[in-house]
Protein backbone atom coordinates (compact mmCIF):
# COMPACT_ATOMS: atom_id res chain seq x y z
CA UNK A 1 0.00 0.00 0.00
CA UNK A 2 1.44 3.61 -0.79
CA UNK A 3 1.86 5.72 2.28
CA UNK A 4 0.13 8.59 1.17
CA UNK A 5 -2.99 6.53 0.61
CA UNK A 6 -3.18 4.83 3.71
CA UNK A 7 -6.84 5.74 5.77
CA UNK A 8 -6.10 5.40 9.62
CA UNK A 9 -8.93 3.16 11.94
CA UNK A 10 -10.41 0.22 10.54
CA UNK A 11 -12.40 0.20 7.18
CA UNK A 12 -15.91 -1.67 7.69
CA UNK A 13 -17.40 -4.08 4.78
CA UNK A 14 -20.82 -3.92 5.41
CA UNK A 15 -21.55 -6.08 2.46
CA UNK A 16 -23.89 -8.85 2.07
CA UNK A 17 -21.06 -10.99 2.01
CA UNK A 18 -17.80 -10.85 1.79
CA UNK A 19 -18.26 -9.72 5.29
CA UNK A 20 -15.45 -8.82 8.04
CA UNK A 21 -13.34 -11.49 9.13
CA UNK A 22 -12.30 -12.00 13.22
CA UNK A 23 -8.70 -11.02 13.46
CA UNK A 24 -7.87 -14.87 15.41
CA UNK A 25 -9.64 -16.81 12.26
CA UNK A 26 -7.27 -14.45 10.18
CA UNK A 27 -3.91 -15.69 12.36
CA UNK A 28 -5.46 -19.41 12.06
CA UNK A 29 -5.35 -18.94 7.72
CA UNK A 30 -2.25 -17.33 8.28
CA UNK A 31 -0.25 -20.60 9.47
CA UNK A 32 1.61 -22.63 7.64
CA UNK A 33 0.15 -24.82 5.15
CA UNK A 34 -0.71 -28.42 6.41
CA UNK A 35 0.11 -30.99 4.10
CA UNK A 36 -3.46 -32.33 3.63
CA UNK A 37 -2.65 -36.05 3.87
CA UNK A 38 -0.98 -36.23 7.24
CA UNK A 39 -2.62 -37.32 10.27
CA UNK A 40 -3.01 -33.20 11.74
CA UNK A 41 -5.16 -31.96 8.70
CA UNK A 42 -7.43 -34.99 8.75
CA UNK A 43 -7.96 -34.66 12.19
CA UNK A 44 -8.96 -30.77 11.82
CA UNK A 45 -10.95 -31.61 8.74
CA UNK A 46 -12.89 -34.20 10.64
CA UNK A 47 -13.25 -31.52 13.25
CA UNK A 48 -14.26 -29.12 10.80
CA UNK A 49 -16.64 -31.39 9.09
CA UNK A 50 -18.49 -32.65 12.44
CA UNK A 51 -18.85 -28.75 13.30
CA UNK A 52 -20.55 -27.32 10.68
CA UNK A 53 -23.21 -30.18 10.85
CA UNK A 54 -25.36 -28.11 13.24
CA UNK A 55 -25.44 -25.09 11.50
CA UNK A 56 -27.17 -26.91 8.71
CA UNK A 57 -29.00 -28.77 11.22
CA UNK A 58 -28.19 -31.80 9.97
CA UNK A 59 -26.94 -35.18 11.73
CA UNK A 60 -26.05 -36.22 8.03
CA UNK A 61 -22.31 -35.74 7.22
CA UNK A 62 -21.26 -32.44 5.10
CA UNK A 63 -19.63 -31.78 1.59
CA UNK A 64 -16.82 -28.87 1.69
CA UNK A 65 -15.18 -27.75 -1.38
CA UNK A 66 -12.79 -25.50 -2.46
CA UNK A 67 -14.97 -22.83 -4.37
CA UNK A 68 -17.69 -20.03 -4.43
CA UNK A 69 -21.47 -20.71 -3.52
CA UNK A 70 -22.03 -20.66 -7.39
CA UNK A 71 -20.36 -23.68 -7.46
CA UNK A 72 -22.56 -24.89 -4.93
CA UNK A 73 -25.45 -24.41 -6.54
CA UNK A 74 -23.83 -26.36 -9.74
CA UNK A 75 -22.75 -28.96 -7.46
CA UNK A 76 -26.76 -29.52 -6.33
CA UNK A 77 -27.67 -29.80 -9.66
CA UNK A 78 -24.93 -31.89 -11.34
CA UNK A 79 -25.26 -34.83 -7.98
CA UNK A 80 -28.83 -34.84 -8.80
CA UNK A 81 -29.92 -34.68 -12.12
CA UNK A 82 -30.14 -35.38 -15.51
CA UNK A 83 -29.29 -33.58 -19.10
CA UNK A 84 -32.93 -32.79 -20.21
CA UNK A 85 -34.53 -32.36 -16.62
CA UNK A 86 -36.80 -29.50 -15.72
CA UNK A 87 -36.25 -27.76 -12.74
CA UNK A 88 -38.42 -24.84 -11.01
CA UNK A 89 -36.92 -22.09 -9.91
CA UNK A 90 -38.81 -19.76 -8.00
CA UNK A 91 -37.50 -16.25 -9.21
CA UNK A 92 -37.79 -13.66 -6.27
CA UNK A 93 -34.59 -11.51 -6.50
CA UNK A 94 -30.81 -11.43 -8.20
CA UNK A 95 -29.79 -14.77 -7.16
CA UNK A 96 -32.68 -16.84 -7.68
CA UNK A 97 -32.85 -15.80 -10.78
CA UNK A 98 -29.05 -16.40 -11.40
CA UNK A 99 -28.99 -19.94 -9.91
CA UNK A 100 -32.01 -20.76 -12.51
CA UNK A 101 -29.94 -19.27 -15.67
CA UNK A 102 -26.98 -21.58 -14.10
CA UNK A 103 -29.05 -24.51 -14.96
CA UNK A 104 -30.21 -23.55 -18.05
CA UNK A 105 -26.61 -23.37 -19.38
CA UNK A 106 -26.10 -26.64 -17.52
CA UNK A 107 -28.67 -28.05 -19.89
CA UNK A 108 -31.86 -28.65 -17.39
CA UNK A 109 -34.97 -27.85 -18.84
CA UNK A 110 -35.73 -24.80 -16.43
CA UNK A 111 -39.68 -23.31 -15.44
CA UNK A 112 -39.55 -19.81 -13.85
CA UNK A 113 -42.42 -18.69 -11.42
CA UNK A 114 -42.10 -15.01 -11.85
CA UNK A 115 -42.10 -13.98 -7.93
CA UNK A 116 -41.68 -10.28 -6.82
CA UNK A 117 -38.52 -8.91 -5.76
CA UNK A 118 -39.07 -7.58 -2.68
CA UNK A 119 -41.47 -10.74 -1.50
CA UNK A 120 -40.62 -14.15 -0.26
CA UNK A 121 -41.14 -17.31 -1.98
CA UNK A 122 -44.99 -18.06 -2.62
CA UNK A 123 -45.64 -21.66 -1.45
CA UNK A 124 -49.34 -21.48 -3.29
CA UNK A 125 -47.66 -21.03 -6.68
CA UNK A 126 -45.13 -23.25 -6.19
CA UNK A 127 -48.10 -25.71 -5.05
CA UNK A 128 -49.54 -25.17 -8.12
CA UNK A 129 -47.30 -25.22 -10.69
CA UNK A 130 -46.12 -28.83 -9.18
CA UNK A 131 -49.63 -29.60 -9.59
CA UNK A 132 -49.72 -28.79 -13.10
CA UNK A 133 -46.40 -30.33 -13.55
CA UNK A 134 -45.06 -34.02 -12.41
CA UNK A 135 -42.05 -33.92 -14.16
CA UNK A 136 -40.42 -31.59 -12.24
CA UNK A 137 -37.13 -34.02 -11.12
CA UNK A 138 -36.11 -30.18 -8.34
CA UNK A 139 -37.64 -27.52 -6.53
CA UNK A 140 -34.81 -24.71 -6.77
CA UNK A 141 -35.32 -22.00 -3.50
CA UNK A 142 -32.80 -19.31 -2.11
CA UNK A 143 -33.76 -19.22 1.51
CA UNK A 144 -32.49 -15.80 2.27
CA UNK A 145 -32.58 -13.69 -1.20
CA UNK A 146 -29.36 -11.13 -0.55
CA UNK A 147 -30.44 -8.84 -3.61
CA UNK A 148 -33.41 -8.09 -1.50
CA UNK A 149 -33.38 -8.78 1.98
CA UNK A 150 -36.13 -11.11 1.80
CA UNK A 151 -35.85 -14.31 3.86
CA UNK A 152 -38.53 -17.36 2.60
CA UNK A 153 -40.26 -20.30 4.77
CA UNK A 154 -38.80 -22.77 3.97
CA UNK A 155 -40.43 -25.17 6.30
CA UNK A 156 -43.65 -23.67 4.00
CA UNK A 157 -42.43 -24.73 0.77
CA UNK A 158 -41.74 -28.33 2.03
CA UNK A 159 -44.84 -29.03 2.96
CA UNK A 160 -46.29 -26.99 0.26
CA UNK A 161 -44.05 -30.11 -2.21
CA UNK A 162 -45.86 -32.69 0.33
CA UNK A 163 -49.22 -31.11 -0.04
CA UNK A 164 -49.46 -31.39 -3.76
CA UNK A 165 -47.60 -35.44 -2.95
CA UNK A 166 -45.26 -34.36 -5.61
CA UNK A 167 -41.58 -36.35 -5.36
CA UNK A 168 -39.27 -33.08 -6.61
CA UNK A 169 -36.04 -33.33 -4.81
CA UNK A 170 -36.15 -29.73 -2.90
CA UNK A 171 -32.76 -27.66 -3.30
CA UNK A 172 -31.75 -24.97 -1.03
CA UNK A 173 -29.80 -21.33 -1.35
CA UNK A 174 -28.65 -20.83 2.37
CA UNK A 175 -25.69 -19.10 1.05
CA UNK A 176 -26.67 -15.86 3.29
CA UNK A 177 -28.40 -17.07 5.98
CA UNK A 178 -26.22 -19.61 7.34
CA UNK A 179 -24.47 -19.24 10.60
CA UNK A 180 -26.76 -16.13 10.51
CA UNK A 181 -30.21 -17.70 10.72
CA UNK A 182 -31.84 -21.05 11.71
CA UNK A 183 -30.77 -23.70 9.01
CA UNK A 184 -33.10 -26.57 9.35
CA UNK A 185 -31.82 -28.95 6.58
CA UNK A 186 -33.25 -32.39 8.29
CA UNK A 187 -36.49 -31.07 9.51
CA UNK A 188 -37.39 -29.15 6.27
CA UNK A 189 -36.51 -32.28 4.61
CA UNK A 190 -33.79 -30.25 1.97
CA UNK A 191 -32.14 -32.59 -0.18
CA UNK A 192 -29.81 -30.18 -0.76
CA UNK A 193 -28.65 -27.01 1.07
CA UNK A 194 -26.07 -25.27 -0.21
CA UNK A 195 -23.58 -22.65 1.65
CA UNK A 196 -20.34 -20.46 1.72
CA UNK A 197 -17.75 -19.22 3.30
CA UNK A 198 -17.52 -15.46 3.17
CA UNK A 199 -21.23 -14.35 4.59
CA UNK A 200 -22.62 -15.96 8.12
CA UNK A 201 -19.29 -18.10 8.40
CA UNK A 202 -17.00 -15.19 8.89
CA UNK A 203 -14.14 -16.23 6.37
CA UNK A 204 -12.71 -14.86 2.61
CA UNK A 205 -14.78 -16.59 0.28
CA UNK A 206 -13.12 -19.62 -0.87
CA UNK A 207 -15.17 -22.51 0.86
CA UNK A 208 -18.62 -24.12 -0.67
CA UNK A 209 -20.17 -26.75 1.84
CA UNK A 210 -23.34 -28.70 1.26
CA UNK A 211 -25.86 -30.68 3.48
CA UNK A 212 -27.18 -33.97 1.85
CA UNK A 213 -30.24 -35.80 1.93
CA UNK A 214 -30.44 -39.27 2.37
CA UNK A 215 -32.91 -38.85 -1.01
CA UNK A 216 -30.49 -36.78 -2.40
CA UNK A 217 -27.84 -39.62 -2.12
CA UNK A 218 -30.17 -41.77 -3.86
CA UNK A 219 -30.61 -39.37 -6.65
CA UNK A 220 -26.87 -39.45 -7.24
CA UNK A 221 -26.80 -42.81 -8.21
CA UNK A 222 -28.94 -42.62 -11.34
CA UNK A 223 -27.98 -38.65 -11.97
CA UNK A 224 -26.36 -38.37 -15.48
CA UNK A 225 -25.33 -34.76 -15.73
CA UNK A 226 -21.48 -34.75 -16.30
CA UNK A 227 -20.09 -34.80 -12.72
CA UNK A 228 -16.34 -35.02 -11.85
CA UNK A 229 -14.85 -32.01 -9.47
CA UNK A 230 -18.47 -31.60 -8.19
CA UNK A 231 -19.08 -35.38 -7.27
CA UNK A 232 -20.19 -35.32 -3.75
CA UNK A 233 -19.81 -38.85 -2.44
CA UNK A 234 -16.01 -38.96 -2.08
CA UNK A 235 -16.13 -35.10 -0.41
CA UNK A 236 -19.16 -36.83 2.07
CA UNK A 237 -16.32 -39.40 3.26
CA UNK A 238 -13.92 -36.94 4.21
CA UNK A 239 -16.67 -36.55 7.30
CA UNK A 240 -15.13 -40.03 8.37
CA UNK A 241 -11.91 -40.08 6.88
CA UNK A 242 -10.51 -36.52 7.31
CA UNK A 243 -9.06 -36.86 3.83
CA UNK A 244 -10.69 -35.30 0.35
CA UNK A 245 -10.03 -36.03 -3.24
CA UNK A 246 -8.24 -33.81 -4.13
CA UNK A 247 -6.17 -30.58 -2.39
CA UNK A 248 -8.25 -28.86 0.13
CA UNK A 249 -8.53 -25.24 0.75
CA UNK A 250 -6.76 -26.47 3.93
CA UNK A 251 -5.74 -22.63 5.13
CA UNK A 252 -9.18 -21.35 4.86
CA UNK A 253 -9.91 -24.84 6.79
CA UNK A 254 -8.33 -24.34 9.80
CA UNK A 255 -9.96 -20.42 9.59
CA UNK A 256 -13.10 -22.14 9.77
CA UNK A 257 -12.07 -24.56 12.84
CA UNK A 258 -11.62 -21.07 14.74
CA UNK A 259 -14.52 -19.27 13.20
CA UNK A 260 -16.33 -22.53 14.35
CA UNK A 261 -15.08 -22.10 17.98
CA UNK A 262 -16.07 -18.57 17.73
CA UNK A 263 -19.75 -18.99 17.17
CA UNK A 264 -19.96 -22.10 19.60
CA UNK A 265 -18.33 -20.03 22.34
CA UNK A 266 -21.10 -17.24 21.79
CA UNK A 267 -23.61 -20.17 21.76
CA UNK A 268 -25.76 -20.41 18.67
CA UNK A 269 -28.90 -18.89 19.56
CA UNK A 270 -27.17 -15.88 21.19
CA UNK A 271 -25.47 -15.74 17.42
CA UNK A 272 -29.23 -15.90 15.86
CA UNK A 273 -30.66 -13.17 18.39
CA UNK A 274 -27.93 -10.66 17.79
CA UNK A 275 -28.54 -11.06 13.93
CA UNK A 276 -32.12 -10.22 14.38
CA UNK A 277 -31.25 -7.14 16.88
CA UNK A 278 -28.79 -5.48 14.71
CA UNK A 279 -31.04 -6.14 11.87
CA UNK A 280 -33.95 -4.72 13.69
CA UNK A 281 -31.60 -1.72 14.98
CA UNK A 282 -30.83 -1.18 11.19
CA UNK A 283 -34.83 -1.44 9.81
CA UNK A 284 -35.57 1.56 12.58
CA UNK A 285 -33.00 3.69 11.87
CA UNK A 286 -33.79 3.39 7.90
CA UNK A 287 -37.70 3.60 8.97
CA UNK A 288 -36.39 7.26 10.71
CA UNK A 289 -35.09 8.09 7.05
CA UNK A 290 -37.76 8.11 5.85
CA UNK A 291 -36.89 5.06 3.47
CA UNK A 292 -38.94 1.99 2.81
CA UNK A 293 -37.07 -1.61 2.75
CA UNK A 294 -36.57 -3.99 -0.33
CA UNK A 295 -38.40 -6.24 1.37
CA UNK A 296 -41.97 -5.56 1.17
CA UNK A 297 -42.97 -8.37 3.76
CA UNK A 298 -42.23 -7.40 7.70
CA UNK A 299 -42.70 -11.02 8.31
CA UNK A 300 -39.37 -11.88 5.82
CA UNK A 301 -37.21 -9.43 7.20
CA UNK A 302 -33.67 -10.55 6.73
CA UNK A 303 -31.51 -10.54 9.93
CA UNK A 304 -28.43 -10.80 7.39
CA UNK A 305 -29.07 -7.98 4.90
CA UNK A 306 -31.52 -4.70 4.74
CA UNK A 307 -32.01 -3.46 0.86
CA UNK A 308 -33.34 0.17 1.23
CA UNK A 309 -34.66 1.76 -1.47
CA UNK A 310 -33.39 5.24 -2.45
CA UNK A 311 -35.82 8.60 -3.40
CA UNK A 312 -35.51 8.41 -6.93
CA UNK A 313 -32.76 10.73 -8.46
CA UNK A 314 -30.76 9.67 -5.99
CA UNK A 315 -27.47 8.29 -7.31
CA UNK A 316 -26.56 4.73 -5.47
CA UNK A 317 -23.17 4.85 -6.72
CA UNK A 318 -22.30 8.46 -5.44
CA UNK A 319 -23.77 7.32 -2.25
CA UNK A 320 -21.65 4.41 -1.97
CA UNK A 321 -18.17 6.51 -3.19
CA UNK A 322 -18.75 8.95 -0.93
CA UNK A 323 -19.28 6.29 1.99
CA UNK A 324 -16.05 4.84 0.78
CA UNK A 325 -13.87 7.85 0.52
CA UNK A 326 -15.00 9.55 3.47
CA UNK A 327 -15.62 6.88 6.05
CA UNK A 328 -13.80 3.64 4.71
CA UNK A 329 -17.52 2.47 4.60
CA UNK A 330 -18.48 -0.12 1.96
CA UNK A 331 -22.16 -0.83 1.49
CA UNK A 332 -23.43 -3.00 -1.11
CA UNK A 333 -25.87 -1.47 -4.51
CA UNK A 334 -28.78 -2.84 -6.02
CA UNK A 335 -28.16 -5.96 -8.26
CA UNK A 336 -29.44 -7.45 -11.72
CA UNK A 337 -33.05 -4.76 -11.67
CA UNK A 338 -32.40 -3.42 -8.52
CA UNK A 339 -29.11 -1.21 -9.68
CA UNK A 340 -29.08 2.22 -9.25
CA UNK A 341 -32.00 2.12 -6.71
CA UNK A 342 -30.84 0.84 -3.43
CA UNK A 343 -28.93 0.25 -1.49
CA UNK A 344 -27.93 -3.02 0.46
CA UNK A 345 -26.60 -2.98 4.14
CA UNK A 346 -24.80 -6.40 5.32
CA UNK A 347 -25.46 -7.26 9.24
CA UNK A 348 -24.49 -10.53 9.54
CA UNK A 349 -21.12 -12.25 10.62
CA UNK A 350 -18.73 -10.62 12.72
CA UNK A 351 -20.81 -7.57 13.28
CA UNK A 352 -21.83 -5.86 16.49
CA UNK A 353 -23.32 -3.00 17.85
CA UNK A 354 -20.68 -0.51 17.45
CA UNK A 355 -20.39 -1.54 13.64
CA UNK A 356 -23.69 -1.49 13.17
CA UNK A 357 -23.64 1.97 15.24
CA UNK A 358 -20.81 3.67 12.87
CA UNK A 359 -22.05 1.95 9.77
CA UNK A 360 -25.66 4.12 10.41
CA UNK A 361 -24.27 7.24 11.26
CA UNK A 362 -22.12 7.44 8.24
CA UNK A 363 -25.08 6.93 6.09
CA UNK A 364 -27.05 8.64 7.47
CA UNK A 365 -24.96 11.56 7.20
CA UNK A 366 -23.93 11.08 3.58
CA UNK A 367 -28.05 10.14 2.69
CA UNK A 368 -28.77 13.69 4.24
CA UNK A 369 -26.42 15.26 2.25
CA UNK A 370 -27.20 13.45 -0.61
CA UNK A 371 -30.46 12.65 -0.64
CA UNK A 372 -31.59 15.17 2.05
CA UNK A 373 -33.40 12.57 4.24
CA UNK A 374 -34.16 13.79 7.85
CA UNK A 375 -31.86 12.05 10.75
CA UNK A 376 -32.74 10.43 13.85
CA UNK A 377 -31.88 7.07 12.20
CA UNK A 378 -28.91 6.48 14.53
CA UNK A 379 -30.56 7.66 17.87
CA UNK A 380 -33.66 5.65 17.52
CA UNK A 381 -31.38 2.49 16.47
CA UNK A 382 -29.37 2.99 19.86
CA UNK A 383 -32.71 3.44 21.43
CA UNK A 384 -33.76 0.17 20.53
CA UNK A 385 -30.65 -1.18 21.05
CA UNK A 386 -30.14 0.02 24.48
CA UNK A 387 -33.53 -1.22 25.11
CA UNK A 388 -33.15 -5.07 23.66
CA UNK A 389 -30.05 -5.41 25.64
CA UNK A 390 -30.39 -9.44 26.56
C1 LIG B 1 -27.91 -16.04 -1.84
C2 LIG B 1 -26.68 -16.20 -2.67
N1 LIG B 1 -26.54 -17.29 -3.42
C3 LIG B 1 -25.45 -17.49 -4.18
C4 LIG B 1 -24.45 -16.56 -4.24
C5 LIG B 1 -23.28 -16.79 -5.13
O1 LIG B 1 -22.17 -17.05 -4.35
P1 LIG B 1 -20.69 -16.79 -4.90
O2 LIG B 1 -20.62 -15.36 -5.29
O3 LIG B 1 -19.85 -17.16 -3.71
O4 LIG B 1 -20.48 -17.71 -6.05
C6 LIG B 1 -24.54 -15.40 -3.46
C7 LIG B 1 -23.47 -14.40 -3.50
O5 LIG B 1 -23.55 -13.34 -2.92
C8 LIG B 1 -25.68 -15.22 -2.66
O6 LIG B 1 -25.82 -14.12 -1.91
Known sequence: MRVESRRA???????????????VVLQSISRPTLDHRGE???????????????????????????????????????NTCSPGD??????????????????????????????????PVDPALLAAQLTRDAAIRAVL??????????????????????????????????????????????????????????KGLMLPPGLVALAVSGKAHQARQTAQMPCSYWDFEPMLEAASTGSFPYTPSSNLIAGLATALDLIESEGLDRVYARHRRLAEAVRVAVAAWGLPTVCRDPGSFSSSVTG????????????????????????????????????RIGHLGDVDEMMIISTLAATETVLAEIAQTPRGGVEAAMELLGNGRP
Open 86 to 119: RVLVFDNGFFAAKWGRLAAQLGLEVAVIEGVWGS
Open 141 to 198: VVHNETSTGVTSDIAAVRAAIDDVGHDALLLVDAVSSLGAMPVYHDAWRADITVTASQ
Open 9 to 23: GRALLQLPGPTNVPD
Open 308 to 343: VVLPSGVDEVAVRSELLSRFGLTLGGGLGRLAGSCL
Open 40 to 78: EFSDLARSVLAGLAPLFGTSRPVALYPGSGTGGWEAALV
